[in-house]
T-cell receptor, first 114, second 117 residues
Framework: DAGVIQSPRHEVTEMGQEVTLRCKPI?????LFWYRQTMMRGLELLIY????????DSGMPEDRFSAKMPNASFSTLKIQPSEPRDSAVYFC????????????FGPGTRLTVT | AQKITQTQPGMFVQEKEAVTLDCTYD???????LFWYKQPSSGEMIFLIY??????QNATEGRYSLNFQKARKSANLVISASQLGDSAMYFC??????????????FGQGTELSVKP
């Protein structure tokens, strides 16, 4: 059974470029979460979806960040334009409506903006 | 205000000994869940244990147990018989609201545990 899949695993880009991070949740899970981890701020939720609908996007830093979930098996987090302070590890996690005791995390995407 | 506080940035423990990682939380919601995750140096987040606010007994999962003291708003993780592979960052997290309401996790800053041979 595949876990949460994220791509790419590593991304290096120049300031000003558009970055798109991708996530495939575990099949059957109906909640999807995007987190960002930095040394300074720790792990923080950016946005989460329930049944493909954004429920809470209060953690999205600014308009440069956007997230979509066009269907139950795919989500994207886009940064446009990217800035060096966006450098972080971005995690996607999913959970099932029948077992919310656990959020299953993907391996993360390490983003470096130079 | 900090919702989840982990006061120990780093901890050392001798192999085969038990260790307690501290976590205190702050919420006015009567329904909430408390989680512990492990993050080894490879970076992935691994779920360890969960405690619901209405659970009467402390949660246990193998060598992990959660010392839940509701009145003190603490949810300490106890690892028994430490192993070298337990060396990692450990995060305490809280979700407010009932289990069936979904919801985001709020994480503490983490405790780095080092197990000495």
């Amino acid at each position: 059974d595949a876990g949460v899949i994220q791509s790419p695993r590593h991304e290096v880009t120049e300031m000003g470029q558009e970055v798109t991070l991708r996530c495939k949740p575990i099949s059957g899970h109906n909640s999807l979460f995007w987190y960002r981890q930095t040394m300074m701020r720790g792990l923080e939720l950016l946005i989460y979806f329930n049944n493909n609908v954004p429920i809470d996007d209060s953690g999205m830093p600014e308009d440069r960040f956007s997230a979509k979930m066009p269907n139950a098996s795919f989500s994207t987090l886009k940064i446009q334009p990217s800035e060096p302070r966006d450098s972080a590890v971005y995690f996607c996690a999913s959970s099932s409506g029948t077992d919310l005791h656990e959020q299953y995390f993907g391996p993360g995407t390490r983003l470096t903006v130079t | 205000a900090q919702k989840i506080t982990q006061t120990q940035p780093g901890m050392f423990v001798q192999e085969k000994e038990a260790v307690t990682l501290d976590c205190t939380y702050d919420t006015s919601d009567p329904s909430y869940g408390l989680f512990w995750y492990k993050q080894p140096s490879s970076g992935e987040m691994i779920f360890l244990i969960y405690q619901g606010s209405y659970d009467q007994q402390n949660a246990t999962e193998g060598r992990y147990s959660l010392n839940f003291q509701k009145a003190r708003k603490s949810a300490n993780l106890v690892i028994s018989a430490s192993q070298l592979g337990d060396s990692a960052m450990y995060f305490c997290a809280m979700r407010e609201g009932r289990d069936n309401q979904g919801g985001k996790l709020i994480f503490g800053q983490g405790t780095e545990l080092s197990v000495k041979p």
